[in-house]
């Protein structure tokens, strides 16, 4: 037998065990060793190793919290990667934006629009001397005629527009009673804008109520908020006389 085949068979020899050779190899690779200094310091070299690891598998004491550190090792590699990852990208953005708001400052300074002052008082004047048909032309142009789930008095509209609800945009009426000195917003949620299962349908406290009006047509739900606790002031019912 020559070196080489015998290096290869001593990786699966084990002196004084059961080996994984057939017998002929095995006699061969015996009778070899013992005529050849090299393959038996081989053998001496790799009989140490195997049992070095024999005995570090033993003795490797398994700490209570491998897990965890484990897992903790490979998340703050995870994260610095990223945050390598994304400082590079954050760069890049930076150089981007303030390149974008240069020229869209620029932009703007061409495009921004006249303010019309003369409109914008004519307005306010309609809405003054004709609340009703403001508020009219505002729900006939919004489509939210018969989102009304009460027949309020539009006359006494002061506001109809887009107004903040909880972070959303959204359409309100308002409407200030000039009789008992109450307010009332009138909030058209369109289908899915908010979340309502939960909510009441009415909750009073002192001196203000809020009630809901839903699946009216279309999917959409009314919340009207009123101070007091009688909806009947903001009512065409209430008789104002003008
Ligand atoms: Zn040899």
Not at 33 to 54: E, R
Not at 116 to 133: H, K, V
Not at 188 to 213: C, E, H, M, V, W
Request: proline fraction near 5%; aromatic fraction near 8%; hydrophobic fraction near 45%.
């Amino acid at each position: 037998m020559d070196c080489p085949t015998a290096r290869l068979l001593l990786l699966f020899y084990r002196p004084g065990r059961t080996s994984d050779l057939a017998q002929d190899d095995l006699s061969s690779l015996e009778s070899h060793l013992q005529t050849c200094p090299a393959c038996s310091a081989s053998l001496a070299k790799q009989a140490s190793a195997q049992a070095a690891i024999a005995k570090m598998i033993v003795d490797v004491p398994i700490p209570s919290q491998l897990k965890t550190q484990l897992h903790a090792q490979v998340t703050a590699k995870l994260s610095a990667l990223w945050r390598a990852k994304w400082l590079a990208r954050a760069t890049a953005t930076a150089a981007m934006a303030t390149f974008g708001v240069l020229s869209y400052s620029a932009y703007l300074a061409v495009n921004r629009p006249t303010l019309d002052t003369e409109s914008l008082t004519y307005s306010i004047e309609t809405a003054m001397e004709s609340p009703e048909r403001n508020a009219l032309d505002w729900l006939t142009a919004e489509q939210l005629m018969d989102k009304l789930p009460e027949d309020f008095d539009l006359r006494f509209v002061r506001f109809a527009g887009k107004r903040d609800l909880q972070g959303v945009s959204v359409n309100v009426l308002q409407l200030d009673s000039p009789n008992a000195r109450q307010i009332a917003w009138v909030y058209f949620l369109a289908p899915g804008q908010f979340r309502t299962a939960k909510a009441p349908d009415s909750l009073s406290a002192s001196n203000a109520t809020t009630r809901i009006y839903r699946e009216l047509p279309g999917g959409w739900t009314v919340v009207v908020t009123f101070t007091g606790n009688d909806l009947r002031p903001f009512l065409r019912s209430a008789g104002l006389t003008t």
